[in-house]
């Protein structure tokens, strides 16, 4: 559902405020989103070329150029971004909601290999269809860009060159921890990890009673986890029985015990195989 032509980008004025008050070259933040604003920090005492830093008025011709291209679409939830195999012609920012990311396998099963959270960079790819599909968790709302122009915008700007390489190396590297949790860590260190990343992701919700929302359903936490979902359940259940979470309701938790969930998330199989089966 196509919404506005050029609605989503920094220097569309009001947009530009809400979404962050820092501009922190991460995989979680994007300039060029609405409300990725530069901040002091990020300014580095406004150098100009040549001084080694970034200055406020590169960062808004930056989040300027992608406006110029940018389309805001929204995204009902259990609705497709894109499917497998069809033309990469687009690539794109979340700027609220959620996407997870996922192929389907020849016994019918889904593997959910990322979700994409507000502020990340979904469907750029180097060839010439999408390898995954994209369907929209929540209703969620991204700014759709045409990929030969993001590209050659990317490639003309240093600020939004260096905003994409962090963005592709820190994909990288989540894809390595995430391979690493699934083929190292037990059923239960998945699920306790997974939840401090959700923690950490989503804040906590004045709807849920400062509790931390839990967006997906059981079932998109096992595909994503590697998991059946029974066993993400009973691995809910336990840590709540043990307390070191608390269930406020079915999809919002709060942290119980700090310390020992932690420990749990950031333990390190030492038996030669910590997959405690499915």
Not at 84 to 105: H, I, P, Q, R
Not at 187 to 208: I, K, N, P
Request: overall charge negative; charged content about 20%.
């Amino acid at each position: 559902m196509l919404i506005s032509n050029s609605a989503h980008v920094e220097m569309n004025v009001e947009a530009v405020m809400s979404l962050s008050a820092r501009f922190q070259i991460s995989e979680q933040t994007a300039p060029g989103v609405r409300g990725w604003t530069p901040s002091q920090s990020s300014v580095a005492d406004s150098g100009g070329p040549g001084c080694g830093t970034i200055g406020e008025r590169d960062m808004r011709e930056a989040a300027n150029a992608l406006s110029v291209i940018g389309s805001t679409l929204r995204v009902r939830a259990g609705e497709t971004l894109f499917v497998e195999g069809d033309s990469a012609g687009k690539c794109y920012v979340v700027v609220s909601g959620l996407l997870k990311e996922f192929n389907t396998l020849k016994d019918g099963s889904c593997h959910i290999s990322d979700l994409r959270f507000p502020g990340v960079l979904v469907g750029l790819t180097p060839a010439p269809a999408y390898h995954q599909t994209a369907e929209a968790i929540q209703e969620t709302c991204l700014t759709s860009y045409p990929v030969e122009r993001f590209r050659m915008i990317v490639a003309g700007n240093p600020v939004l060159s260096d905003w994409l390489a962090r963005t592709l190396l820190g994909d990288l590297e989540r894809t390595r921890t995430n391979g690493l949790a699934l083929s190292r860590l037990s059923a239960m260190e998945r699920v306790a990890r997974f939840l401090l990343t959700l923690r950490r992701l989503t804040g906590s919700s004045s709807d849920l009673g400062g509790a931390h929302p839990i967006p997906m359903s059981r079932q998109d936490m096992a595909d994503h986890l590697g998991l059946t979902i029974e066993t993400v359940c009973r691995c809910l259940t336990t840590l709540k029985g043990k307390g070191l979470i608390t269930m406020i309701t079915a999809h919002g938790f709060t942290v119980a015990n700090e310390t020992a969930i932690a420990a749990l998330a950031e333990h390190e199989d030492r038996d030669g195989d910590g997959r405690n089966g499915r």
